[in-house]
């Protein structure tokens, strides 16, 4: 069973920026393929970025693309979301979400893919 507790969530201003960072209490978070998703109020869960295991290979939604960043550190057990330059249709709940990727580079899109969650953080962005 892994635990995922994300953080860093809040308002910003549109142009400004957050980071959320995500705290697992497994020590074996380099077994898993983490991602970060998003679900707007009325809108299905939609992957924003993922990161494989060893932090090599990355993948970012074409609507964050540039200026959010993704980044992991498998001996802290904690994965970052880098969000600058944000804008008010980026605001809702993000979650936090491992799945286990054996030794592949994986980078799973769909959520039915991840099976541990966070219970989300808020972000709201204002114009």
């Known amino acids: 069973q892994v635990q995922l507790v994300e953080s860093g969530g809040g308002l910003a201003q549109a142009g400004g920026s957050l980071r959320l960072s995500c705290a697992a209490s497994t020590r074996t978070l380099s077994s898993y393929s983490m991602g970060w998703f998003r679900q707007a109020p009325g809108k299905e869960r939609e992957i924003v970025a993922a990161?494989?295991?060893?932090?090599?290979?990355?993948y970012y939604a074409d609507s964050v693309m540039g200026r959010f960043t993704i980044s992991r550190d498998n001996a802290e057990n904690t994965v970052i979301l880098q969000m600058n330059s944000l804008k008010p249709e980026d605001t809702a709940v993000f979650y936090c979400a491992a799945a286990p990727s054996g030794s592949t580079r994986s980078l799973p899109h769909f959520p039915e893919s991840y099976d541990y969650w966070g219970q989300g953080t808020q972000v709201s962005v204002s114009s």
């Open positions: 990161i494989s295991w060893d932090g090599i290979a990355r």
